[in-house]
């Protein structure tokens, strides 16, 4: 079974640094981008990044572009995304999916707060 | 704001056949296959449609997207209750280099 198993809930403070995961099972990890998308609470869908696998690769939406680093380790079949200062307003939950989107991790609960 | 729009909400009663619309512009929609995700209360999305059209296995035929220019269309017929859920559509962005998401409807069964 094709599968994206996400890290737990988090609760941070603000400035805090974060680093949550996305392991991926049932397929060739390396040859998939992974996204990420944020889901702010009673909002919808923003994606803020991909990379690829393979070598690294990332592509980030200029709406996150140096506040998170997506970064991968094929080796153990996992991507990741952190924060290096959190501030409140990353209080989300936070998907990663697939390339094509077909396949979504559970979501990890992000939440920030003093 | 989203740069695809879809309707806030969408209401339905048990049998009826809803459409959920979606309208984007040139640089995605009208240049990329369109996605339709439908998102259960407290879960994570799941792919409903893809490819304007096609249904990933094990999504009734109930189920039916459709694409014309720069909008899309994504029809539920016999609605049921189950159903209730959030209706996302999604599709590349050329210049974004991203995918790009509506800002999703919420449908309701009555």
């Known amino acids: 079974e094709v599968q994206l198993v996400q890290s737990g809930a988090e609760v941070k403070k603000p400035g805090e640094s974060l680093r949550i995961s996305c392991k991926g099972s049932g397929y060739s990890f390396a040859s998939s981008w992974i996204n990420w998308v944020r889901q702010m609470p009673g909002k919808g869908l923003e994606w803020m990044g991909s990379?690829?696998?393979?070598?690294?690769?990332?592509n980030y939406s200029p709406s996150f572009q140096g506040h998170v680093t997506i970064s991968a380790d094929k080796s153990i079949t996992t991507a990741y995304l952190q924060w290096s200062s959190l501030k409140a307003s990353d209080t989300a939950m936070y998907y990663c999916?697939?390339?094509?989107?077909?396949?979504w991790g559970q979501g990890t609960t992000v939440t920030v707060s003093s | 704001q989203s740069v695809v729009t879809q309707p806030p909400s969408a209401s339905g009663t048990p049998g009826q056949r809803v459409t959920i619309s979606c309208s984007g512009s040139?640089?995605?929609?009208?240049?990329?296959?369109v996605n339709w995700y439908q998102q259960l209360p407290g879960t994570a999305p799941k792919l409903l449609i893809y490819?304007?059209?096609r249904r990933p296995s094990g999504v009734p035929d109930r189920f039916s997207g459709s694409k014309s220019g720069t909008s899309a269309s994504l029809a539920i017929s016999g609605l049921q209750s189950e159903d209730e859920a959030d209706y996302y559509c999604?599709?590349?962005?050329?210049?974004?280099?991203?995918?790009?998401f509506g800002g999703g409807t919420r449908l309701t069964v009555l």
């Open positions: 040139s640089s995605n929609i009208g240049s990329n296959p």
């Open positions: 490819s304007n059209n």
């Open positions: 999916a697939r390339r094509g989107m077909d396949v």
């Open positions: 999604g599709a590349w962005d050329d210049s974004l280099n991203g995918p790009v």
């Open positions: 990379i690829s696998p393979t070598d690294s690769y990332t």
